[in-house]
């Protein structure tokens, strides 16, 4: 493709057209005419339209690859920061939440536990706070705790477990949710020692779990390796107690009172 002088607006346009196709910059093959006119009105220099075009490119380059690994991380649904209300559950300090927020921890490779009963928003947390990593630029990989277990013994099975726990501990931050919701036997808790032990003061990883740690006996039988998966879960880490007042049950009430009132204001 050679660029000629004199050319009309219309092959002009075909032209750059054809070359962010070839060159896989559908931004500025979108947006050009756009940002062109744009140009013209605010009187940009020829620098200054190339600046607008290169910017608006790489922001939307950043933006689909945010998204791109929100997806991968396998998110069950959709949760940010800004919908969680705090006043729902006094328990949780929103400077905490927001200081975690700046994903500080993630870079250090800390751990995060989320300890509370059902309902009193820790999958919120864990997921809106697993996004923000997401966004900003970490891998990032959200799983069951029975998941995870199940995939290991199974990689266990089929000879593959160093290969799995390879490709676990490449991820920047495991989520882990719904840990103590169901016994495990010494196998599969063993095995989840080997994750977390590969992640150690390393790579984060953050869990959510409906059992304080007295009672993570029920899910870990043997209280040497319960001991142990505690120590790392906690060691420099971050411990946040979400309470037992139901943030869910708190949250609907909230909803039925202001359909409540609008009802009332509309008679």
Wanted: proline share 3%.
């Amino acid at each position: 493709m050679t660029a000629r002088r004199g050319v009309t607006e219309q092959a002009a346009t075909a032209a750059i057209e054809q070359g962010c196709r070839m060159l896989r910059l559908p931004t500025i093959r979108d947006r050009f005419g756009e940002i062109a006119a744009a140009a013209e009105r605010e009187q940009l220099s020829y620098r200054g339209f190339l600046a607008e075009l290169v910017m608006a490119e790489c922001d939307d380059r950043d933006r689909r690859r945010a998204a791109r690994r929100v997806h991968e991380a396998g998110f069950p649904r959709p949760k940010v920061l800004s919908e969680f209300q705090f006043e729902a559950n006094p328990a949780i300090n929103p400077a905490v939440i927001g200081q975690l927020a700046s994903c500080a921890w993630v870079k250090a490779g800390h751990p995060l536990c989320l300890i509370g009963d059902s309902g009193t928003g820790k999958t919120h947390l864990l997921i809106a706070l697993g996004t923000l990593a997401a966004e900003s630029g970490y891998r990032v990989r959200y799983t069951l705790a029975s998941k995870l277990v199940n995939e290991l013994v199974e990689a266990a099975d089929e000879r593959q477990l160093s290969k799995l726990i390879a490709r676990y501990g490449r991820v920047d931050l495991i989520l882990v949710d719904e840990l103590g919701y169901l016994e495990l036997d010494r196998h599969g808790a063993e095995l989840l020692f080997q994750v977390l032990t590969e992640r150690e003061e390393r790579s984060a990883i953050a869990i959510a779990s409906n059992e304080p740690f007295s009672g993570w006996t029920k899910t870990f039988t043997d209280p040497r390796l319960c001991a142990a998966i505690v120590d790392r879960l906690t060691f420099a880490g971050q411990i946040i107690e979400t309470g037992t007042a139901s943030y869910r049950l708190a949250h609907a009430r909230q909803q039925q009172n202001a359909k409540k009132a609008e009802r009332a204001t509309a008679r």
